[in-house]
């Protein structure tokens, strides 16, 4: 299994532009998730689903959608990008969601740059 | 609401033992996990306590006590890879988890 695979790894944007990262997983996990992690703070979730065509806003959502047209996908999209946006994003995933003591599988994360 | 206290580095010698201490405070606190983060990766399960006590895997021991909103990883026989980040993370019955700035452990020779 390749677990949760992220992609791209790297990118770099300009203030306005739209990108999507993508996110997909191979352990059949219905909750996926989206973070963004800034240097000397904790992870923030951005948005989750807890199944496909479900999915809820996070801690951080502005100027972020996403969608779960298939379990294994999860794309984050960026509407407008902005240099605060610039971080590290993570896709997560779990089999039955963190409630229920399941573990979140991390991607190997996107850094992404917003000049 | 939810609050986590942890220190943010603690520095240890080669094949000594470390305690991270974690004070939280989570509405609705359901259990609580324990993940090791290296430099440039992504973090990583270490533990998950839901019950009072000591969970021991290996190396790595975790301690919950629900009472204090305390909890505690122990790390013996350190080893240089060991060098990472500890993030102390509480869940609540929503599922809801607060990831901390976590605790920087650095191992010297």
């Known amino acids: 299994n390749a677990g949760v695979t992220q992609t791209p790894k790297f990118q770099v944007l300009k203030t306005g532009q739209s990108m999507t990262l993508q996110c997909a997983q191979d352990m059949n996990h219905e909750y996926m998730s989206w973070y963004r992690q800034d240097p000397g703070m904790g992870l923030r979730l951005i948005h989750y689903?807890?199944?496909?065509?479900?999915?809820d806003q996070g801690e951080v959502p502005n100027g972020y959608n996403v969608s779960r047209s298939t379990t294994e996908d999860f794309p984050l999209r960026l509407l407008s990008a902005a240099p605060s946006q610039t971080s590290v994003y993570f896709c997560?995933?779990?089999?039955?969601?963190?409630?229920?003591?399941?573990?979140?599988?991390f991607g190997n994360g996107t850094r992404l740059t917003v000049t | 609401g939810q609050n986590i206290d942890q220190p943010t580095e603690m520095t240890a010698t080669e094949g000594a033992i470390v305690q991270i201490n974690c004070t939280y405070q989570t509405s609705g606190f359901n259990g609580l996990f324990w993940y090791q983060q290296h430099a440039g990766e992504a973090p990583t399960f270490l533990s998950y306590?839901?019950?009072?006590g000591l969970e021991e895997k290996g190396r790595f021991s975790s301690f919950l006590s629900r009472s204090k909103g305390y909890s505690y990883l122990l790390l013996k026989e350190l080893q240089m890879k060991d060098s990472a980040s500890y993030l102390c993370?509480?869940?609540?019955?929503?599922?809801?988890?607060?990831f901390g700035a976590g605790t920087q452990v650095v191992v010297t020779p």
């Open positions: 306590n839901v019950l009072d």
């Open positions: 993370v509480p869940t609540d019955s929503w599922g809801k988890l607060q």
């Open positions: 997560a995933s779990s089999s039955i969601g963190t409630a229920n003591n399941s573990p979140l599988h």
């Open positions: 689903s807890v199944g496909a065509g479900i999915t």
